[in-house]
C-alpha cells in the first residue's frame, strides 16, 4: 500500500513537469525571457535535444535506451527497499517522475523544454524543467541516506 504513495509522487512530478512545459511551449516564444527575480531568477524558453547541460546533443537513440534502462532499475528497486525507508522511497519516486517527465519530451518531441534560468554569483546555470529539479532532489536525497547509513553501520560497529 504505501508504495502507491511513491507512484503517486512520480504522477505528481510528471504531471507538474509537463503542465509547465506546456505552459511554456504554448505562451512563450524560444529564447523569451521573463525575469522572476531580477539578477537571479528568468523564465527562459528553450530546448535541448541533448543530455544535462547540453552534452551528447540528438543523440536520442541512446537517452531511449539509458532512460528506459533507468525507469526499469528504478521500479526494481522502489519495490525492493521503497517500504524499508520512506527517504529512499521518496528519492526514488522522485527520480522516476523526472526520469519519465523528461522522457515523454523526447519521445513525443525529439527535445527537452527548459525553462528555470538561474544566475549564480553572476554565473548563467544551463536552463532546466521540474523533471531535472526532480532527479536532482531524488538523487541527492538517496546520497543523503546512503552517507547516512554508512555513518550509522560504522558508529554501530565502533
Same mark, same amino acid.
Do not use: C, P
Given at each position: 500500500m504505501v508504495i502507491l504513495w511513491y507512484y503517486l !509522487?512520480?504522477?505528481?512530478?510528471?504531471?507538474? /513537469?509537463? !503542465?509547465?512545459?506546456? +505552459?511554456?511551449?504554448?505562451?512563450?516564444?524560444?529564447?523569451?525571457?521573463?525575469?522572476?527575480?531580477?539578477?537571479? +531568477?528568468? !523564465?527562459?524558453?528553450?530546448?535541448?535535444?541533448?543530455?544535462?547541460?547540453g552534452i551528447l546533443q540528438g543523440q536520442m537513440w541512446l537517452f531511449f535506451i539509458v532512460t528506459v534502462i533507468v525507469i526499469i532499475a528504478v521500479i526494481y528497486h522502489l519495490h525492493k527497499y521503497a517500504n524499508d525507508s520512506g527517504v529512499t522511497g521518496i528519492s526514488l519516486a522522485l527520480i522516476l517522475g523526472g526520469a519519465i517527465g523528461n522522457f515523454i519530451d523526447r519521445l513525443m518531441f525529439g527535445e527537452v523544454v527548459d525553462f528555470f534560468d538561474v544566475y549564480i554569483f553572476s554565473y548563467n546555470y544551463p536552463i532546466f524543467?521540474?523533471? /531535472?529539479?526532480? !532527479?536532482?532532489?531524488?538523487?541527492?536525497? +538517496?546520497?543523503?541516506?546512503?552517507?547516512? /547509513?554508512?555513518?550509522?553501520?560504522?558508529?554501530?560497529?565502533?
Open positions: !509522487l512520480s504522477i505528481v512530478v510528471i504531471g507538474i /513537469d509537463q !503542465l509547465t512545459k506546456y +505552459l511554456v511551449a504554448e505562451h512563450m516564444e524560444i529564447g523569451e525571457s521573463i525575469e522572476v527575480i531580477s539578477g537571479f +531568477l528568468y !523564465l527562459t524558453s528553450h530546448r535541448n535535444a541533448g543530455a544535462a547541460f524543467n521540474i523533471a /531535472d529539479s526532480a !532527479l536532482v532532489a531524488g538523487v541527492i536525497l +538517496l546520497i543523503m541516506k546512503m552517507i547516512r /547509513d554508512e555513518w550509522k553501520e560504522k558508529r554501530k560497529k565502533a
